[in-house]
């Protein structure tokens, strides 16, 4: 919607067949997901100053005594979460037939049930939860889910983020495996606290009543950016060189060597 007006608006039916059909023709060879998180984000738990939330663990798909407002808010982030499954599930389709597409779906991570301290209590939604999310890993073989804290790109708030991708080197964003909770539904792993000290609320309204704390940390850090990049690029790469029966590479030149003459994967080229 920034970029391409009404051609990119996903919330019209008619668009996300579009895009669809182009995954399944084979257009793209990377499918970047990142749905919008408000409606389903823990930022909601933590006070009154609205949205309240409108969604919980046993009811992923929103509450039922929602009102007007709230049950356009779930229903919002239930179409981009739906479209996101659909447009995987698409291209293992593609890839079934000889397209070497691949994916990644970015969300915050499930940290279980809510602190004491928070102002609404119980055990927020989040689409790891979902048993289509979870069974997207069993499509295909090179899927795997790595959870890390977005304070490792150097900025001043931790926001625990998971990945789930069958792009190979993305392992290194932090450590794979789903979300443990334990029999209460608090958080036990696999990520463990950054062991930093962030003085960037990432919470409630600005103090200049301009907005949300979280806002602005919707944006990837730049150096997070670089690197889903890099390994996007590479692994396009090692399989491009890759001879037609599979294994490593046939040429031996660096990635470095070959950015000039090699052409860029379709989810990079410059529209």
């Given at each position: 919607?920034?970029?391409?007006?009404?051609?990119?608006?996903?919330?019209d039916?008619?668009?996300q067949?579009?895009y669809l059909?182009?995954?399944?023709?084979?257009?793209?060879?990377?499918?970047i997901?990142?749905?919008p998180?408000?409606?389903?984000?823990?930022?909601?738990?933590?006070?009154?100053?609205?949205?309240?939330?409108?969604?919980?663990?046993?009811?992923?798909?929103?509450?039922?005594?929602n009102?007007?407002?709230?049950?356009?808010r779930?229903?919002?982030?239930?179409?981009?979460?739906?479209f996101?499954?659909?447009a995987i599930?698409?291209?293992?389709s593609?890839?079934?037939?000889g397209h070497?597409?691949r994916?990644?779906l970015?969300?915050?991570?499930?940290?279980?049930r809510v602190?004491?301290?928070a102002?609404?209590?119980?055990?927020?939604?989040?689409?790891?939860?979902?048993?289509?999310?979870?069974a997207?890993?069993?499509l295909s073989?090179?899927?795997?889910?790595?959870?890390?804290?977005?304070?490792?790109?150097?900025?001043d708030y931790?926001k625990?983020?998971?990945?789930?991708?069958d792009?190979?080197?993305?392992?290194?964003?932090?450590?794979?495996g789903?979300?443990?909770?334990?029999a209460?539904?608090?958080?036990?792993?696999?990520?463990?606290?950054?062991?930093?000290?962030?003085n960037?609320?990432?919470v409630?309204?600005k103090?200049?009543?301009?907005?949300?704390?979280?806002?602005?940390?919707?944006?990837y850090?730049?150096?997070?950016?670089?690197?889903?990049?890099l390994?996007?690029f590479?692994?396009?790469?090692?399989r491009?060189?890759?001879?037609?029966?599979?294994?490593?590479?046939?040429?031996?030149?660096t990635?470095?060597?070959?950015?000039?003459?090699?052409?860029?994967?379709?989810?990079l080229?410059?529209?």
């Amino acid at each position: 919607i920034h970029v391409g007006g009404s051609a990119h608006n996903l919330l019209d039916d008619q668009v996300q067949e579009e895009y669809l059909s182009r995954v399944l023709e084979c257009d793209y060879d990377i499918v970047i997901l990142s749905p919008p998180c408000g409606s389903w984000s823990r930022a909601n738990w933590a006070n009154n100053d609205r949205p309240a939330p409108c969604r919980d663990k046993d009811n992923p798909w929103g509450f039922q005594h929602n009102r007007a407002g709230q049950r356009k808010r779930a229903e919002l982030g239930n179409a981009f979460v739906h479209f996101s499954i659909r447009a995987i599930v698409a291209a293992q389709s593609a890839k079934a037939r000889g397209h070497q597409v691949r994916c990644l779906l970015e969300h915050p991570e499930d940290l279980g049930r809510v602190g004491r301290h928070a102002f609404h209590q119980g055990i927020p939604a989040s689409i790891w939860q979902l048993p289509a999310i979870r069974a997207i890993l069993k499509l295909s073989p090179d899927f795997f889910t790595v959870v890390g804290h977005q304070c490792q790109f150097e900025v001043d708030y931790s926001k625990p983020t998971r990945l789930l991708s069958d792009i190979a080197g993305l392992e290194a964003f932090g450590i794979t495996g789903w979300p443990v909770m334990d029999a209460n539904d608090w958080y036990v792993g696999p990520l463990p606290r950054c062991g930093h000290v962030h003085n960037n609320p990432t919470v409630g309204q600005k103090d200049d009543g301009s907005g949300f704390n979280s806002s602005a940390k919707a944006n990837y850090p730049q150096e997070m950016c670089a690197f889903i990049a890099l390994h996007m690029f590479e692994d396009w790469h090692r399989r491009a060189c890759a001879p037609s029966g599979g294994g490593g590479t046939s040429s031996s030149r660096t990635v470095q060597e070959t950015q000039q003459d090699t052409p860029r994967p379709a989810a990079l080229r410059k529209r």
